[in-house]
């Protein structure tokens, strides 16, 4: 058994299919697949369950599975420190954030950390806080930006934002004149949400059950921008962070603050019990030395 095995094995249990998981690594099907054999036939196991178009792990092949995901990444963390030693300055970061953080606050901090580390390569995957959530912890990316709180038994966490949620409406909108409502005020109105991915989706539904009524929701989207664009059609309205509603200013809306609200709290996070690289504690570094928000 060796680790070149067990990458093909654990590709092969990820994707569920040999040749997807060929396609990945850069090799040949019949290649890949004696690979798996010659692990099975190593540990004397059967691994894959193949009677079916998609693969499927056997009993014993989820025990190997997490095992060997387990020995990948403390290779991988073996590799990171060594070269960690060697090239402090150089390397690269793979952050994850929903594209409302991308937006607000990511050209200022990737211009500064650019300055300081000119030969670090920042790769982003902007999706909802739960798939950053999900990245961060099967070490897809080495750290996220997402919306508190999380589980802390599982991620290491820096809070880096706290800013009120608000609600946004049309300046033509009946309650426009109120400085402060209670949210149930707004029960018969159509709600425009950020999509189910987004932690915020479910934090508003929730928060609406509390104050008393499901809310109607009109439309989703992944884009703030796009829901903004929506209120300003006069099509519905929408609870977004401070920091949002304050851009939005110049246009046809009312920014109303709520008698009750949640808190809109942003930290980054990483696996805890996982080697964190130089430039991934770089990073935390310079985020925590700018301005609290």
Same mark, same amino acid.
């Given at each position: 058994m060796d680790i070149r095995q067990l990458t093909c094995f654990v590709e092969v249990a990820k994707h569920k299919s040999f040749t997807k998981a060929s396609q990945t690594m850069h090799v040949t099907q019949p290649s890949l697949s004696k690979m798996v054999k010659n692990l099975e036939e190593d540990l004397d196991v059967i691994l894959f369950d193949r009677s079916s178009r998609k693969v499927r792990l056997t009993d014993a092949g989820e025990v190997v599975f997490?095992?060997?995901? *387990?020995?990948?990444?403390?290779?991988?963390?073996?590799?990171?420190?060594?070269y960690?030693?060697?090239?402090?300055? *150089? +390397? *690269?970061?793979?952050? +994850?954030?929903?594209?409302?953080i991308s937006t607000l606050f990511f050209p200022t901090i990737i211009a500064e950390f650019q300055k300081q580390y000119p030969d670090v390569s920042i790769i982003l995957a902007e999706d909802g806080a739960k798939t950053v959530e999900k990245k961060v912890d099967e070490g897809e990316v080495d750290l996220g930006f997402v919306m508190l709180p999380v589980d802390e038994e599982k991620f290491d966490v820096m809070p880096f934002v706290d800013q009120e949620i608000k609600l946004l409406v049309h300046e033509s909108h009946p309650l426009a004149h109120l400085e402060k409502v209670d949210l149930i005020e707004f029960k018969d109105d159509p709600f425009l949400l950020l999509s189910k991915e987004f932690t915020l989706n479910g934090r508003t539904i929730d928060f609406c059950i509390s104050e008393g009524f499901t809310p109607k929701i009109a439309y989703e989207s992944s884009q703030w921008d796009f829901i903004v664009g929506m209120v300003e059609k006069n099509l519905g309205v929408t609870l977004m962070p401070e920091l949002i509603c304050e851009r939005v200013k110049g246009g046809p809306f009312k920014v109303i603050s709520l008698t009750n609200t949640f808190p809109w709290m942003l930290g980054i996070i990483s696996a805890k019990n996982r080697y964190m690289p130089y430039v991934s504690k770089a990073f935390i570094s310079l985020v925590q030395d700018l301005p609290k928000v």
């Open positions: 997490l095992q060997a995901q *387990k020995i990948i990444y403390s290779l991988d963390d073996l590799s990171a420190s060594l960690d030693v060697m090239n402090l300055n *150089k +390397g *690269k970061i793979k952050i +994850g954030l929903p594209p409302v």
